[in-house]
């Protein structure tokens, strides 16, 4: 069965510190990991798509990498408006290939 | 361009009632989901439509639950008759692959059931 895992369940960080948030992953076959942002009371929001192992993809203050078993998602000076919670899903190669399976997620608080 | 839309956002009811969530997916998407959100399982995929055509539904708990998609612009989550451990928040999410990669969620409906 495909499982995802992220870790710390929540973190707390100033403004400014850098930090990163983890997501381990075990599948069959990895067809691509993403990443989402979830704001109190509304939907995921898509943030990154990653393929393969070594793969790194930018936005702003964060940057997402790829091995072969886990993902990290690096925050680097965070700001207060990066609070939220950040979700890792994972959609696997073969027949149920649209499906995303979700980690439970990392709830990240920013203070000022 | 507008996102997915969900309505109602906030839903109560009494056990035993019929409710109805409905969805639009972002124009030219030919993919639809259904999701379920708790603070015990996460995120749980319900339904996969593709074309209109349900493709997979055996994330749908039990048959008081049944989902439509009459055209390519609107789908529907109903749930008759509801319980209280139906209360969540469902999402409703759209992709333009045909599945594969991103999918767009909507804002989600909070459904409490008394």
């Known amino acids: 069965e495909d499982q995802v895992t992220q870790s710390p369940e929540a973190l707390r960080l100033q403004e400014g510190e850098s930090s990163s948030l983890n997501c381990s992953y075990t599948?069959?076959?990895?067809?691509?990991l993403f990443w989402y942002r979830q704001d109190p009371g509304k939907g995921p929001e898509f943030l990154f798509t990653?393929?393969?192992a070594g793969e790194e993809k930018e936005k702003e203050r964060l940057k997402a990498t790829l091995t072969k078993k886990e993902s990290f998602l690096h925050i680097t000076a965070p700001k207060p408006e990066d609070s939220a919670t950040y979700l890792c899903?994972?959609?696997?190669?073969?027949?149920?290939?649209?499906?995303?399976?979700f980690g439970k997620g990392t709830l990240l608080t920013v203070n000022p | 361009d507008a996102g997915v839309i969900q309505s109602p956002r906030h839903e109560v009811t009494e056990m035993g009632q019929e409710v109805t969530l409905r969805c639009k997916p972002i124009?030219?998407?030919?993919?639809l989901f259904w999701y379920r959100q708790t603070m015990m399982r996460g995120l749980e995929l319900l339904i996969y439509?593709?074309?209109?055509?349900?493709?997979?539904d055996s994330g749908m708990p039990e048959d008081r639950f049944s989902a439509k998609m009459p055209n390519a612009s609107f789908s529907t989550l109903k749930i008759q008759p509801s319980e209280p451990r139906d209360s969540a928040v469902y999402f409703c999410?759209?992709?333009?692959?045909?599945?594969?990669?991103?999918?767009?969620f909507g804002p989600g409906t909070r459904l409490t059931v008394t």
């Open positions: 999410a759209s992709s333009p692959v045909g599945g594969l990669g991103e999918q767009y």
């Open positions: 599948v069959s076959g990895l067809r691509g």
């Open positions: 990653l393929y393969s």
């Open positions: 899903a994972v959609q696997v190669s073969g027949g149920s290939n649209y499906k995303l399976t």
């Open positions: 124009s030219g998407h030919n993919s």
């Open positions: 439509f593709n074309n209109n055509v349900p493709i997979d």
